[in-house]
Nanobody, 117 residues
Framework: VQLQASGGGLVQAGGSLRLSCAAS????????MAWYRQAPGKQRELVAG???????NYDNSVKGRFIISRDNAKNTVYLQMNSLKPEDTAVYYC????????????WGQGTLVTVSS
């Protein structure tokens, strides 16, 4: 499975960005999808996740500002990021897991989001 992320860039504080990540190359269905981020000098952390049936969860730091969604027909996950803050600056990675033929986890290449103050 290949994950191709896009949509990062430079934005001023208070602005918005939308990240996309498309999964390809799988004969089996994608289960959960998620976005993680890693800021310089920090560990990678979960930002938001979404199950195959649309249930979502968010880190407290982004609740009310970010929205995760997915298009199952396109195997694509999105992250709408609003009211961005400088502390949101990080490399954002998409993540997907698959249950068949066995449990597998996949990562995208990362896309840089920079929020200027």
């Amino acid at each position: 499975v290949q994950l191709q992320a896009s949509g990062g860039g430079l934005v001023q504080a208070g602005g918005s960005l939308r990240l996309s990540c498309a999964a390809s190359g799988s004969k089996f269905g994608i289960n959960g999808m998620a976005w993680y981020r890693q800021a310089p000098g920090k560990q990678r952390e979960l930002v938001a996740g979404i199950t195959s049936d649309g249930r979502t969860n968010y880190d407290n730091s982004v609740k009310g500002r970010f929205i995760i969604s997915r298009d199952n027909a396109k195997n694509t996950v999105y992250l709408q990021m609003n009211s961005l803050k400088p502390e949101d600056t990080a490399v954002y990675y998409c993540n997907a897991d698959r249950l068949l033929p066995y449990k597998s986890v996949y990562w995208g290449q990362g896309t840089l989001v920079t929020v200027s103050s």
